[in-house]
């Protein structure tokens, strides 16, 4: 069946590192794939998004590039902030009607 | 606009009771979904709700029920509640995902504590 699996925390950085989280997927046919971030005590906010192979995702200087070829989505940040440590989902889905999660990575940043 | 909004935030309750929780979809939403996120884990698809019926299941047992209203709110439903039931539960609205992907947006969820 289709899942997803992201590499395991937590993830420690100092301020203005470089990140990078693995995201690699299970899937028939073409999922549209997404990262979630969780900061404590809220639910789930949309992060990025790429519906096709080879599309880019990003906000908030997140990025995300969807592979087709080595099925996966890694998310990277070229300089994290304190503000940016919270818990971070993979995630696809085909239809929209349902999301896989993976099981979530936490990311601390110290200043 | 609100978002989505889950009602109550935190709930404790003792094994073998039932629960409901409750949840309205972002304005112009007419989907609901309801996920299940134990301590240290992703969220779980439970179920999917549109035009008042269950649309797509997820791997939980019938203990797990749900309803939706005509103005696209919805409910679920928790019987004979055991302990592992104690999770964060997210609700998800979304436009027909039908019509093509569109967006999903989550509530902020309820706490359900069992003891």
């Known amino acids: 069946g289709d899942s997803v699996t992201q590499m395991e925390g937590p993830v420690t950085l100092s301020e203005e590192a470089f990140l990078t989280i693995n995201c690699t997927y299970t899937?028939?046919?073409?999922?549209?794939l997404f990262w979630y971030v969780q900061y404590p005590g809220e639910g789930l906010q949309l992060l990025l998004k790429?519906?096709?192979?080879?599309d880019k995702g990003s906000n908030k200087g997140f990025e995300a590039t969807y592979r087709k070829e080595t099925t996966s989505f890694h998310l990277e940040k070229g300089s994290v902030q304190v503000s940016d440590s919270a818990v971070y989902f993979c995630?696809?889905?085909?239809?929209?009607?349902?999301?896989?999660f993976g099981t979530g990575t936490s990311l601390t940043v110290i200043p | 606009d609100a978002g989505v909004t889950q009602s109550p935030t935190h709930l404790i309750k003792t094994r073998g009771q039932q629960v409901t929780l409750r949840c309205s979809p972002k304005?112009?939403?007419?989907?609901v979904s309801w996920y299940q996120q134990a301590l240290g884990q992703g969220p779980q698809f439970i179920f999917q709700?549109?035009?008042?019926?269950?649309?797509q299941r997820g791997n939980f047992p019938d203990r797990f029920s749900g309803h939706q209203f005509p103005n696209y709110s919805s409910e679920l439903n928790v019987n004979a509640l055991l302990l592992g039931d104690s999770a964060l539960y997210l609700c998800?609205?979304?436009?027909?995902?039908?019509?093509?992907?569109?967006?999903?947006?989550f509530g902020q969820g309820t706490r359900l504590t069992v003891v």
């Open positions: 709700y549109y035009e008042e019926e269950e649309r």
């Open positions: 899937a028939t046919g073409y999922p549209s």
């Open positions: 790429a519906t096709k192979a080879d």
């Open positions: 304005s112009g939403h007419d989907t």
């Open positions: 995630a696809l889905s085909k239809t929209g009607n349902q999301f896989y």
């Open positions: 998800a609205s979304s436009l027909d995902p039908g019509l093509g992907f569109r967006g999903t947006f």
